[in-house]
């Protein structure tokens, strides 16, 4: 990067290189250009992509498509090879995707901004989206209150700073080679979590065996034989109120809904201890039978008396860390859908009493083996950790990238564009 013989001028959008010009996108692209005027014929079959195929973690949208025979009334746009798609209401705001693979006859529906360039590279394009000058500009526009969504016609007034041709062409090269090492990392990231769930179905269920534990006998016991109930009442009026989200674990209630859900009297609270685990009787996606979890990244937690909470009568004799993984499997619900009594699902709880809950059966191998099985469970999850650490880190580097080529606070060597890429 160079900042050398760069002489800079003043704009609506702050100091910027003299070759540089602010744009409004309807300058640079065509929004929503071309359509089927009405087109229904029933010879005339299309892929039709909607808001359900937003990926709004990643503001990515994969472009599964549905096949229809007729236009939906609320499809109209032909999207091409090269154009950008932007979700323009809730809940995927600001979600977008360059198409870059040959398609022929996808319809958007109306939940889309299509951007054709004309005057610009569209890969600069859209890579300028993701900038936090469209951010603050975007949210400007915004339109309704339950519903909040952005008007098409507005994308046209978004400004945005655009260098000559081949400098928009550089800094695109590099954001893309920051996605290419993004996206890499998250395709391993799916692939060890696919090889995890294949060693937990088998590891934890004996239906493949750890090396040297061929012969040994599982054996089934009851909860209650392994677990005991704990009911510390928070007489020490501890503050880390907590509630168990299925999908992350023990997180704090003031991250997980933005405040304090609690009543400002949390003696008669449960106090659970680290390594102790809770069994939340709320069912959410993934989780039919509601999700049991272990006490990780706080020393104590305050939960809710809702919760059963439970730790290992003897820690020596038998493996947290395989209980953390038998549960994360799910391996209960076999026995919670016996106990769970019909009609019980009020308010969004399953009926398990305590009792219930301490007699269901479980089948599991020797502590040693137990270790055994947690160790290779535990491994894949410090794999998978890792690069996710990797991915944050890519994600990082990138805008942080982006922050200063895309206000031409640093610019590039445009021949050196091929040597660029990620910093491991």
């Not at 937003?54 to 472009?63: A, G, M, N, Q, R």
């Not at 009493?353 to 160790?375: G, M, W, Y």
């Not at 990797?390 to 640093?410: D, P, R, Y």
């Amino acid at each position: 990067m160079s900042n050398n013989n760069t002489t800079y001028k003043y704009s609506p959008l702050g100091k910027i290189p003299s070759e540089w010009e602010v744009k409004h996108f309807e300058d640079v692209a065509d929004i929503d250009k071309e359509s089927l005027n009405g087109t229904t014929s029933k010879d005339y079959k299309f892929e039709y992509i909607s808001l359900s195929d937003v990926d709004s973690d990643d503001l990515k949208i994969e472009t599964t498509k549905q096949i229809f025979t007729n236009a939906p009334s609320r499809a109209r746009r032909i999207v091409k090879n090269g154009d950008i798609l932007m979700a323009t209401v809730r809940p995927n705001l600001q979600g977008f995707s360059l198409i870059r693979d040959n398609i022929k006859d996808l319809i958007a529906s109306t939940g889309f901004a299509v951007i054709t360039a004309k005057k610009c590279s569209n890969e600069f394009l859209y890579q300028y989206l993701f900038s936090s000058g469209i951010s603050r500009q975007f949210y400007q526009l915004l339109v309704g209150s339950n519903y909040p969504a952005i008007n098409s016609s507005d994308v046209r007034k978004l400004k945005l700073l655009l260098p000559p041709l081949p400098e928009q062409k550089t800094i695109a090269h590099l954001l893309f080679t920051w996605d290419e090492a993004i996206s890499k990392t998250q395709s391993l990231i799916a692939q060890k979590e696919l090889q995890k769930k294949w060693f937990m179905h088998n590891l934890l269920t004996g239906k493949k065996r750890m090396k040297g534990f061929e012969k040994e006998k599982w054996i089934e016991t009851s909860m209650g034989n392994l677990f005991e109930r704990v009911t510390r009442k928070n007489i020490e009026q501890n503050t880390n109120v907590v509630t168990i989200s299925a999908q992350r674990g023990f997180v704090k209630q003031t991250d997980f809904f933005n405040k304090i859900i609690a009543s400002e009297l949390v003696d008669n609270y449960f106090l659970v201890e680290k390594g102790e685990f809770c069994y939340n009787k709320s069912y959410s996606n993934g989780y039919p039978w509601g999700a049991t979890k272990r006490l990780n990244d706080f020393e104590k937690a305050v939960v809710t008396t809702l919760y059963i909470c439970f730790c290992l009568k003897n820690s020596q004799s038998n493996s947290g860390d395989f209980f953390e993984h038998y549960f994360e499997a799910n391996l209960l619900n076999k026995g919670l859908t016996k106990i769970a009594h019909e009609g019980g699902r009020a308010h969004g709880l399953l009926n398990v009493t305590p009792s219930d809950f301490f007699s269901l059966k479980i089948t599991i191998p020797n502590p040693v083996e137990q270790t055994a099985v947690a160790h290779v469970l535990k491994a894949a999850d410090k794999e998978i950790q890792l690069l996710k650490i990797k991915t944050k880190k890519f994600k990082e580097q990138k805008k942080g990238l982006m922050q200063v080529l895309l206000t031409g606070e640093k610019r590039l060597r445009i021949q050196n564009m091929n040597d660029n890429g990620p910093i491991q």
